[in-house]
């Protein structure tokens, strides 16, 4: 089992090499690293770590989804993950103990292994759901760092650049309903996510949400769309994804999720 670890960067300063220290930190010896730069000027890729396992591509690209779609390009992994510049690997273990789960748990089809997130922003670990439903592509999918994707799934369907915030989500539906993919859930905490970033400012979180309503029209039906919207009205939706993004009130909202799917969240 090989994994490719791909990240993307456009003037990451010294984020880069934060990221690239966590992925090399890594006990699990069987990776690679895919930096796809699209032309920074600040000197991060000039002072970037050197080792034999990072391979630096450097090609314009007009999105960040056209940059991940190129990355890809250059994989030789059987399995996928996308970390951002600023976004770490949980712990050094995680890889190694990714690799065993796959082993103990094989997929007999091309699918997506998926795990918990800390939330570097609120402090708090995020619970990902133990299975994947329709309800929960609606709702709300496990972050895109915490997915190890069978790396034939981003071949056969590149991300969609048209997507500026969500491009990640039309594609994790696609896998669900259209690919057929098993989606099996490790059962640890895989990433530390930053946060605060460009899909995150006031303007993207309306686009995001337009993405939303287009990409869920795409792959699911209307008495489908109906039921998921009446359980997120019902069940004061709005108020719960304020709780889930406060420093404050996270933990608690995480704790009470995490009972929720059945499961004690994690020390």
């Known amino acids: ?22 992925i090399l930190a890594q006990t699990c010896p069987d990776f690679e ?9 600040d000197g991060s890729i000039e002072t970037m770590r050197e080792d034999r396992r990072i ?29 951002n510049c600023g976004d ?47 309800f929960v592509c609606y709702r709300n999918i496990p972050c895109h760092q915490s997915c190890f994707y069978a790396a034939d799934l981003c071949r056969q369907k590149p991300y969609e650049p048209k997507y500026k915030i969500r491009a990640d989500y039309e594609h994790f539906l696609w896998c669900y309903y259209r690919a057929k993919a098993p989606m099996q859930y490790l059962g640890l905490t895989v990433s530390s996510y930053e946060g605060g970033g460009y899909s995150e400012t006031k303007e993207n979180l309306k686009r995001s949400a337009a993405e ?26 709005p108020l719960r994804t304020a709780l889930a993004e406060s420093k404050h009130f996270s933990a608690m909202y995480q704790k009470l999720m995490s009972k929720a799917y059945g499961r004690k969240q994690e020390k």
Not at 34 to 41: A, E, F, L, Q
Not at 64 to 83: C, K, P, R
């Open 33 to 41: 690293v895919i930096v796809k730069d699209g032309g920074s000027r």
């Open 55 to 83: 391979h630096l591509y450097q090609e314009s690209d007009h999105s960040i989804y056209e940059a991940m779609n190129q990355a890809v390009s250059h994989v030789t992994g059987d399995y996928i993950l996308f970390l």
């Open 212 to 237: 939303h309503k287009e990409i869920t029209a795409k792959y699911m039906n209307p008495g489908e769309l109906f039921r998921y919207r009446a359980v997120m009205a019902l069940t004061l939706a």
């Open 88 to 134: 770490l690997f949980y712990d050094d273990e995680v890889l190694t103990h990714t690799a065993q789960f796959m082993e103990q748990h094989p997929a007999k089809l091309q699918g997506i292994y998926y795990g918990d997130t800390y939330s570097a922003k609120t402090e708090t670990k995020i619970s990902s759901p133990p299975r994947i439903t329709g």
């Open 1 to 22: 089992m090989k994994f490719s670890i791909i990240v993307v960067c456009l003037n990451p300063g010294t984020k880069l090499n934060q990221t690239l220290d966590s």
